[in-house]
C-alpha cells in the first residue's frame, strides 16, 4: 500500500502522467481464499497464468514452476476452475 | 521599397478563413481533423484542397463529428504532432467535453473559431457566445480584429501553445462572416520564414511510471500513461498546475508577439491589448473582434471634434490581462464594455463580468457599464458607438450611471 | 494476410504481461484477462487506448498505471477517435522522419457502452475512413463502471439496474444488437468474435487484427462477475459455455467473408453438443428472475433468438 506523504502541485508530473507502476499496489489482502498449487499434479500447461484476471501466476521457466505471487491474487478462484488437473485447491486464508 | 516586400512578404486578398488555412498550410503541422460548418467552413475546404494538391504534409482526418476531431487532435498532439483545428458554434459546443479534456492532457493544440451564434434558434452569423462559454475550459482564446491579425495570429499560436512553459491548446477567434467571409488585404511571410519562425516541436520531461525522466509524449520506448482516474488525492494539485501554465503564458504570449513583430513588421498592442487614443482618453469603450475597427472610425470622429474617447481592445481574454487592463484604463472616467453575448440571468455579459471585476479594486470610482449587442450578427453602427460615447459623457456629466447593462441595436 | 503466427502456450506464459498486477478490476473480472490476453499477442511497439469505462478506471488509479506500454483515455465516446488521432500522427511522423519506428501498432479498447451505444459514431467513422487499428470491445453486456446498467450489449431478459427484474418487465426487453455483423456491413477488412476461454483462438485474432492493413474489430465477450451476479470463479467457464450454446459464436470475417472458428465450427458439425441457453442462464444471477413460472417462457424466447442467429450465421459461413 501507498503510504508516502503526499506530494504537492509542484511535484508531480503535469497532465496527469502516472509514476507509480500499479505492481507497487497490492491486491492480495483482498483474498479471504488462497490458491494452493500442488506441484506433483501439475503438468505445467500454464492455462492458469493464462485465465489469471491479475497476472498473479507466472511460469518460471527456469525451473519448470508456477510460481503464485500472493502480493497480487485476489483469490477469485478461476485458477482453480480452469485447472484441468485439479493441481490448485482454494485454501481459506490463514488455514494450511 | 516598402517595409512589406523588404521582409519578402506579399500581399493576397483572402478572407478570414482563407487567411487562417493559409497560414496552417504554412505551418508545417502534422494533422489537420475537422468538421464543416458555417461559417469556418471554408478552411476545411481550403485545406482540403492543399491536400489534394500535394501542397501540404498533413495528415488531414475529415472526421464524422466535431468531438471526433477535437480528440483526433488531443491523441496526435500526445503522439507529438503539431495539430490544429477550426469550427463554430454548435461544433464548438459538441466539442465542449473534449476542450476540458485537451487541456486537462496538457495538449497544445489550435484551433480557430469563426465565432457564431448558438442554436436555438439558429442563426449562422456572428455572436461571441460560442467561445465565451468555454472561457473556463483551459484554453487560451486569442481574438483577432482584422484577417490580416488572423493569419498572424494562427501562426503565433502554435509557438504559444507548443512552448513548454505552457503547453495548452489555443483557440484564435474571428468573427463569423464579418472576417471569415469577407475578403481583405493580407500581407503573408515567405513559406521558410514562417516555417522557422514556428519550428518544431519540443518535449518537456516527466517522470513515468518506470521512474525515468522521459519526453511528454507517447513513445514506445519510455512509455507514459495520460489520463488516468484522479480522484481526491491528487486531482486538484493537476488543476492548479493547468492554472499556472495560464498564468505563465502573459508573458510567453507577449515574447512570441515581439518576436513576431521582427520577422513580420506588424504589432497588435503588447500581444494581449490594444489600445487606441487611450493615453488621454476620459471615456473608454472595451471590445474584442472586429468590432473594433468600427470603434477606431468613431475614436477619430470624436476626437476631431475634440472628446477625449479611446478604445481598448482585449486580444488575449484568457488568460486575462488584468494588469495591462487596470494600466490601459487608470485615467479613464467612463468605460462602456461590449459584450457579443449574452450571460442569461448574469449581471452583465461576460467581458463586462470580467473587467469590472478587474477594475474594483484599482479604479473604484470609475464608471463601468455594460452594452450587449451584436447578438446573431446583428450589425453594430458607427451611429449606436457613437451614441454608447454620448452616454459615457452624460455619466461622466452627471456622475449618475441610468442603465448598468443595456441592449444595444435591439428593438423594443 | 502475414503468415500464421504459431505459438506454444509455455512462449505465451514467456511474454511479459504488459497489462500489469495491481490492478483494482474485481476479483475473477474476465475482461481483465481479455486486457492481459490482447497484450501478450502483441507483435511489437503498441499504442493503446481506452474508453471509459471499468478497465480504464481500474487500470490507471492515479498514481498508478498498470500500462506497462504508451497509454491514453479521454472520453467515453471516442476511443476510436483516439486510435484515429494516433494512427494518423504516426504515420505524418513516421514520413517525415521524426519516429524512430519502422511501425507502431494502435490498440483501442471500449466496452459495450462505450461500443455499441454512446462510441458507434466515433467506431464507425473511424472505420470508414480506414485507419490502421484494431479496437477490441470487451463486452462485459452493461456498464458496469456506473453500477450496471443496460447497454445496447445487454441480452434479453437480463436483470440490470435499469433494466430490473420487476413484477410485470422481467429485465431487459430487447435485444442484444448485433454489433460484430454491424462491423462487417462496414466492408472492413477484418472482424472476429473471440472468448477469452479459447484463448489460442483470441490471441489469434488480435494478431491478425494487427496484421491486417486498415482497421479491425474484434468482439469478446467478457464475464463480470460483480454485474452478471455469477461466482468469480467462473468467469472463463461462463465465457466458454456463451460458445458452447451458440449464444456467442466464434467466427471472423476477412474481407467480409464469414467463417465459423474452431470452437463453434464444433458445434456446427455436431449440433448434439450444443448446449441449451437454460445452462448458461442458470450461473448467472441477473438471469434468476427468467426461471420463475410466471416468467419461463423468455427462457424459450431467448433459445429461439439464439437459434435463429445461429442458423443466419451457419447461412452465413456457408454450413449446412
Ligand atoms: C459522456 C459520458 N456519459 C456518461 C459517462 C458515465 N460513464 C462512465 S463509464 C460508463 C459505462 C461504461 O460502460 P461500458 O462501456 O460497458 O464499460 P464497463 O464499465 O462495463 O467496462 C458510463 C455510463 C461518461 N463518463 N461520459
Ligand atoms: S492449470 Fe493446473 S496443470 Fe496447468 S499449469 Fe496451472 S496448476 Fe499446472
Ligand atoms: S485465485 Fe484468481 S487471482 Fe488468485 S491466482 Fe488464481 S486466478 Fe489469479
Ligand atoms: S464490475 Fe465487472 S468489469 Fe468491472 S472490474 Fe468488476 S468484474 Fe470487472
Ligand atoms: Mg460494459
Not at chain 2, 473587467?355 to 446583428?378: C, E, K, M, Q
Not at chain 3, 494487427?210 to 470463479?233: K, M, N, Q, T, Y
Not at chain 3, 467457464?237 to 470475417?253: G, Q
Request: aromatic share 8%; net charge neutral.
Amino acid at each position: 500500500m501507498n503510504t508516502e506523504k503526499k506530494k504537492g502541485w509542484k511535484e508531480i508530473p503535469m497532465a496527469g502522467v502516472c509514476w507509480v507502476p500499479s505492481t507497487s499496489y497490492l491486491t492480495g489482502d483482498w483474498k479471504i481464499y488462497r490458491p494452493v498449487w500442488d506441484s506433483e499434479k501439475c503438468t505445467r500447461c500454464v492455462l492458469c497464468h493464462l485465465y489469471c484476471p491479475d497476472g498473479a501466476i507466472t511460469w518460471k521457466a527456469k525451473t519448470n514452476e508456477m510460481i503464485f505471487n500472493y502480493d497480487y491474487c485476489k483469490g477469485c478462484g478461476i485458477c482453480e476452475a480452469e485447472c484441468p488437473t485439479n493441481a490448485i485447491s482454494m485454501k481459506l486464508e490463514g488455514e494450511p | 521599397m516598402t517595409a512589406i516586400q523588404q521582409k519578402g512578404q506579399k500581399v493576397i486578398a483572402l478572407n478570414g478563413d482563407e487567411a487562417v488555412a493559409y497560414a496552417v498550410k504554412q505551418c508545417d503541422v502534422d494533422v489537420v481533423a475537422a468538421y464543416p460548418i458555417t461559417p469556418q467552413t471554408i478552411i476545411v475546404e481550403k485545406f482540403s484542397e492543399y491536400v489534394h494538391d500535394g501542397e501540404v504534409d498533413t495528415e488531414f482526418i475529415c472526421t464524422e463529428s466535431e468531438h471526433s476531431a477535437l480528440t483526433c487532435c488531443l491523441t496526435a498532439a500526445a503522439v507529438g504532432a503539431r495539430t490544429f483545428t477550426a469550427t463554430a458554434s454548435a461544433g464548438l459546443a459538441l466539442m465542449h467535453e473534449i476542450l476540458y479534456v485537451t487541456s486537462g492532457c496538457r495538449a497544445p493544440v489550435v484551433m480557430a473559431v469563426a465565432n457564431r451564434a448558438l442554436s436555438a434558434p439558429i442563426n449562422i452569423h456572428c455572436d461571441h457566445s460560442d467561445s465565451m462559454v468555454e472561457r473556463d475550459s483551459g484554453w487560451i482564446q486569442v481574438y483577432a480584429e482584422n484577417n490580416q491579425e488572423v493569419y498572424d495570429s494562427i501562426i503565433q499560436a502554435f509557438r504559444i501553445a507548443e512552448h513548454a512553459e505552457v503547453l495548452l491548446p489555443i483557440l484564435v477567434g474571428l468573427d463569423g462572416f464579418f472576417l471569415s467571409h469577407t475578403l481583405e488585404n493580407v500581407c503573408v511571410l515567405p513559406d521558410e520564414v514562417v516555417r522557422n519562425f514556428v519550428s518544431q516541436r519540443q518535449f518537456p520531461l516527466v517522470k513515468n511510471h518506470e521512474g525515468k525522466l522521459v519526453p511528454f509524449k507517447l513513445d514506445p520506448e519510455n512509455p507514459i500513461t495520460i489520463g488516468p482516474l484522479d480522484l481526491q488525492d491528487y486531482y486538484f494539485e493537476h488543476k492548479r498546475q493547468q492554472e499556472e501554465a495560464m498564468q505563465r503564458a502573459p508573458e510567453i504570449i507577449k515574447k512570441i508577439h515581439e518576436e513576431y513583430a521582427e520577422i513580420s513588421g506588424r504589432r497588435y498592442g503588447n500581444g494581449l491589448v490594444e489600445t487606441y487614443r487611450l493615453e488621454d482618453a476620459e471615456l473608454a469603450t472595451i471590445c474584442l473582434g472586429s468590432t473594433a475597427g468600427t470603434v477606431k472610425t468613431v475614436v477619430d470622429e470624436l476626437r476631431a471634434k475634440g472628446v477625449r474617447a479611446g478604445l481598448l481592445r482585449i486580444r488575449a481574454f484568457r488568460p486575462l490581462p488584468v494588469q495591462d487592463i487596470i494600466e490601459a484604463l487608470r485615467n479613464v472616467k467612463a468605460i462602456a464594455v461590449m459584450d457579443r453575448s449574452c450571460s442569461f440571468g448574469g449581471y452583465g455579459g461576460p467581458v463586462f463580468h470580467e473587467i469590472r471585476h478587474a477594475l474594483y479594486d484599482s479604479n473604484p470610482h470609475t464608471h463601468t457599464v455594460n452594452y450587449i449587442y451584436g447578438l446573431g450578427g446583428r450589425d453594430m453602427s458607427q451611429h449606436m458607438i457613437l451614441k454608447i460615447y454620448q452616454d459615457l459623457e452624460m455619466i461622466i456629466k452627471t456622475g449618475r450611471t441610468e442603465h448598468l447593462v443595456q441592449f444595444v441595436g435591439l428593438r423594443e | 494476410m502475414a503468415s500464421e503466427w504459431k505459438f506454444t502456450a509455455k512462449e505465451i506464459a514467456e511474454r511479459p504481461d504488459l497489462f500489469m498486477s495491481g490492478h483494482r478490476a474485481c476479483a475473477g473480472c474476465a475482461p481483465a484477462t481479455v486486457h492481459r490476453l490482447v497484450l501478450k499477442a502483441t507483435r511489437g511497439p503498441t499504442i493503446a487506448t481506452n474508453a471509459t469505462g471499468c478497465m480504464e478506471v481500474t487500470s490507471t488509479i492515479y498514481p498508478f498505471t498498470a500500462w506497462k506500454i504508451p497509454w491514453i483515455h479521454t472520453a467515453f465516446e471516442n476511443a476510436a477517435a483516439n486510435a484515429s488521432g494516433i494512427e494518423a500522427a504516426l504515420k505524418i511522423l513516421r514520413k517525415k522522419g521524426r519516429l524512430e519506428y519502422e511501425h507502431v501498432d494502435v490498440i483501442a479498447f471500449g466496452g459495450d457502452g462505450g461500443t455499441f451505444d454512446i462510441g458507434i459514431q466515433a467506431l464507425s467513422g473511424a472505420v470508414e475512413r480506414g485507419h490502421d487499428f484494431l479496437y477490441v470491445l470487451y463486452d462485459n453486456e452493461a456498464y458496469m463502471n456506473t453500477g450496471i446498467q443496460r447497454s445496447g450489449g445487454t441480452p434479453l431478459g437480463a436483470w440490470t439496474t435499469t433494466s430490473p427484474a420487476g413484477r410485470k418487465i422481467p429485465g431487459k426487453p430487447q435485444l442484444k444488437k448485433p454489433i460484430a455483423d454491424i462491423m462487417v456491413a462496414h466492408e472492413m477488412p477484418y472482424v472476429a468474435t473471440a472468448s477469452p476461454a479459447f484463448w489460442i483462438d483470441l490471441i489469434k485474432k488480435v494478431r491478425r487484427g494487427l496484421e491486417v492493413e486498415g482497421p479491425a474489430f474484434l468482439h469478446v465477450i467478457a464475464p463480470c462477475p460483480r454485474g452478471w451476479r455469477s461466482d468469480p470463479s467462473k468467469s472463463i467457464e461462463i465465457s466458454r459455455i456463451a460458445v458452447e450454446t451458440c449464444i456467442f459464436p466464434l467466427w471472423e470475417a476477412i474481407d467480409g467473408e464469414y467463417n465459423l472458428s474452431a470452437p463453434s465450427k464444433l458445434m456446427a458439425l455436431r449440433p448434439e453438443r450444443k448446449k441449451t441457453v437454460k445452462e448458461y442462464l442458470k450461473m448467472q444471477g441477473r438471469f434468476r428472475h427468467l426461471f420463475k413460472p410466471e416468467f419461463e417462457h423468455l427462457t424459450g424466447k431467448i433459445q429461439e433468438t439464439v437459434d435463429r442467429r445461429w442458423q443466419k450465421l451457419l447461412k452465413r459461413c456457408n454450413m449446412p
